[in-house]
């Protein structure tokens, strides 16, 4: 295979994909910067075919409708590893949709690998061995330096062979249609917005066990780190860290000094932020007592002990399964469609089909097995 190619400007891009569109399958990666930037986008795209390889620049080139044509031709096969977070930018950024996918890490579940990351999958297959250094690499920052693409153009140099191979492995354990079910549910990913979620400062790991007061503030500057990473486009812990968060809550500081006594407040945070951080912390101290955030959890569901003992049978079913079949629990069936199953108590396998999560394949495969668990409708 040649050397990674970057395409920078518009006519290397038309170029580029008059040679793609001659492919039957392609390999395509992208890279973002989460872990340095507030707004999740797409920064690199990488594509190889089987004989070539090259890194797409969506600073430089900002028309990709016709690279999204691509990724919706039905007549290619476009290879991704653990495709899921890709097709979300792709949908998010540009309203791309892959039509027809192969994801190399579904079909490693489905064969059992005992490493399923694709440095995992390249050292067992090829015995490549990828660079860590650039795994948490600002993607976005440009120029990018040879040895960044280099890492970038090795997550998708391997894709097509890996594919024909894991293919033929499907084939051969006779469970190629297995994966070709789930590679059609990846076709119908979409961006999900976190709007009907609850608010972020109460998904911070902690957050739900502190008293309201502290709560009240800790929202306060959650907040303002939130409007401050989105107004730089920053990843919001490199504004401010989690621990100083929950140590500003519990603290209430009320002067620099006592802001500046947290860890993770540095001098240069105290002197540019630290009259806004105290300023959220009065906000929140002075928050009336009846507007103060409380935590509010779901009714506790009673007890249903005849679906407790159909759910645990379900498990031990899934047990034997997995271990024939020589897959993870959670792969043969997840414990939430376990436990719909326990709860609509199908009758007969056209009963059990309907089931939400439920594979066509998992019903042909093991069906029988699951309703025999239990007995039809018997607890």
């Known amino acids: 295979m040649t050397s990674p190619r970057l395409i920078a400007t518009p006519d290397a891009l038309a170029e580029l994909l008059t040679e793609l569109r001659q492919e039957k399958v392609l390999g395509v990666?992208?890279?973002?910067?989460?872990?340095?930037?507030?707004?999740?986008?797409?920064?690199?795209?990488?594509?190889?075919?089987?004989?070539?390889?090259?890194?797409?620049?969506?600073?430089?080139?900002?028309?990709?409708?016709?690279?999204?044509?691509?990724?919706?031709?039905?007549?290619?096969?476009?290879?991704?590893?653990?495709?899921?977070?890709?097709?979300?930018?792709?949908?998010?950024?540009?309203?791309?949709?892959?039509?027809?996918?192969?994801?190399?890490?579904?079909?490693?579940?489905?064969?059992?690998?005992?490493?399923l990351s694709l440095a995992a999958l390249l050292g067992s297959h090829f015995g490549v061995q990828v660079d860590k250094r650039f795994q948490r690499a600002d993607w976005s920052a440009r120029p990018l330096s040879p040895e960044m693409l280099a890492y970038a153009?090795?997550?998708?140099?391997?894709l097509v062979e890996l594919c024909d191979l894991m293919k033929s492995g499907l084939e051969a354990a006779g469970r190629l249609g297995w994966?070709?079910?789930?590679?059609?549910?990846?076709?119908?990913?979409?961006?999900?917005?976190?709007?009907?979620?609850?608010?972020?400062?109460?998904?911070?790991?902690?957050?739900?066990?502190?008293?309201?007061?502290?709560?009240?503030?800790?929202?306060?500057?959650?907040q303002?780190?939130?409007?401050?990473?989105?107004?730089?486009?920053?990843?919001?812990?490199?504004?401010?860290?989690?621990?100083?968060?929950?140590?500003?809550?519990?603290?209430?500081?009320?002067?620099?000094?006592?802001?500046?006594?947290?860890?993770?407040?540095?001098?240069?945070?105290?002197?540019?932020?630290?009259?806004?951080?105290?300023?959220?912390?009065?906000?929140?101290?002075k928050l009336p007592e009846a507007d103060l955030p409380r935590v509010e959890y779901p009714p506790r569901r009673p007890r249903e002990p005849a679906i407790e003992a159909r759910l645990a049978r379900l498990k031990s079913a899934r047990s034997r399964i997995a271990e024939r079949l020589a897959l993870a629990p959670g792969v043969v069936c997840p414990n939430s469609v376990l436990d719909a199953i326990a709860r609509a108590a199908p009758a007969s396998r056209e009963e059990l089909?309907?089931?939400?999560?439920?594979?066509?394949?998992?019903?042909?495969?093991?069906?029988?097995?699951?309703?025999?668990?239990y007995g039809p409708r018997n607890p």
């Open 224 to 285: 303002w780190r939130g409007e401050v990473a989105k107004r730089l486009d920053r990843a919001e812990f490199r504004i401010l860290g989690n621990e100083a968060l929950f140590e500003i809550a519990q603290q209430a500081p009320t002067t620099p000094e006592a802001l500046g006594a947290i860890r993770g407040i540095g001098r240069e945070t105290l002197e540019h932020r630290g009259p806004a951080i105290l300023a959220a912390v009065r906000r929140g101290v």
């Open 29 to 115: 990666d992208t890279e973002a910067a989460s872990f340095h930037r507030h707004i999740d986008r797409i920064y690199l795209i990488q594509v190889s075919s089987r004989t070539l390889t090259a890194i797409i620049d969506p600073l430089a080139v900002t028309d990709l409708s016709a690279f999204g044509a691509i990724l919706a031709d039905p007549a290619i096969e476009i290879v991704f590893h653990d495709a899921d977070y890709d097709l979300r930018l792709f949908d998010l950024q540009y309203g791309f949709r892959a039509t027809r996918i192969f994801d190399t890490r579904v079909a490693a579940e489905l064969l059992s690998e005992p490493g």
């Open 353 to 373: 089909a309907p089931i939400p999560g439920l594979r066509r394949w998992q019903v042909t495969a093991f069906g029988d097995e699951l309703l025999a668990a």
């Open 179 to 222: 994966a070709e079910e789930e590679f059609a549910h990846l076709t119908q990913v979409r961006w999900t917005p976190a709007g009907d979620r609850e608010p972020g400062f109460l998904r911070l790991k902690g957050a739900k066990a502190l008293p309201p007061r502290q709560l009240a503030i800790l929202r306060e500057v959650h």
């Open 153 to 158: 153009a090795g997550d998708t140099q391997h």
